[in-house]
């Protein structure tokens, strides 16, 4: 059964920095696209980023481009989500998601528990 | 404003059958890309509960429901119990917006 586990989420201060990591098992991380998405605080979902399963093809959601860096260690079977110029707007749980594809569009399978992040002063 | 539209919220007693719609336009699900849907339950993460419009995966009850048609989408749950009490999210693809579109999610309440 695959598992996808986050962490790095915590409080920081707007403009601060922080990076979140996803560990995967139970499947081979190498062949799957992957995704994080993340959830505001009594909000709905917002896909924010997704990487390639080599990790050579990256897209971003217009609100974190040029601030947040996708990218992944096959190898160590991790997703990373470096984020920088953490504003306010960006306080959500960041969800690390397996990416599948399905005829013309995809959708996340596997979703990980969320991690917290909170930004604020 | 979510690109997708779900009514805020829906309500049925056990037993009953009720229906979420989505509804896109002509850049997203009327070009014919495939909708998806989510379960999220209170204090859990969303999990899939169809995908490819009608498609359930192993485990998800035949009480749950896809359909597609022109512009829009719908989930349907028949025979409702107190455990379907979630939010539900459809999300599909969009041509000029973005690879990965939500709706804004129902609430549904089990009376």
């Known amino acids: 059964q695959a598992q996808l586990v986050e962490s790095g989420g915590g409080l920081v201060k707007p403009g601060g920095s922080l990076r979140l990591t996803c560990i995967a098992s139970?499947?081979?991380?190498?062949?799957?696209?992957m995704s994080w998405i993340r959830q505001a605080p009594g909000k709905g979902l917002e896909w924010i980023s997704y990487i390639s399963d080599s990790g050579r093809k990256k897209r971003y959601a217009d609100s974190v481009k040029g601030r947040f860096t996708i990218s992944r260690d096959n190898a160590k079977k991790s997703l990373y989500l470096e984020m920088n110029g953490l504003r306010a707007e960006d306080t959500a749980v960041y969800y690390c998601?397996?990416?599948?594809?399905?005829?013309?569009?995809?959708?996340?399978?596997?979703w990980g528990q969320g991690t917290l992040v909170t930004v604020s002063s | 404003q979510s690109v997708l539209t779900q009514p805020p919220s829906v309500s049925g007693a056990p037993g009953q059958r009720v229906t979420i719609a989505c509804n896109g336009s002509?850049?997203?699900?009327?070009?014919?890309?495939?909708v998806h849907w989510y379960q999220q339950l209170p204090g859990t993460a969303p999990k899939v509960l169809i995908y490819?419009?009608?498609n359930r995966p192993s485990g998800v009850p035949d009480r749950f429901s896809g359909s597609k048609f022109g512009t829009s989408a719908s989930l349907a749950i028949s025979g409702l119990q107190a455990e379907d009490e979630a939010d539900y999210y459809c999300?599909?693809?969009?041509?000029?917006?973005?690879?990965?579109?939500f709706g804004g999610g129902t609430r549904l309440t089990v009376l």
């Open positions: 490819g419009n009608t």
């Open positions: 999300q599909s693809y969009d041509s000029s917006l973005s690879p990965v579109v």
């Open positions: 139970g499947f081979t991380f190498g062949d799957y696209y």
């Open positions: 998601t397996r990416r599948l594809e399905y005829s013309s569009s995809f959708y996340s399978d596997y």
């Open positions: 002509t850049s997203n699900i009327g070009a014919g890309y495939d």
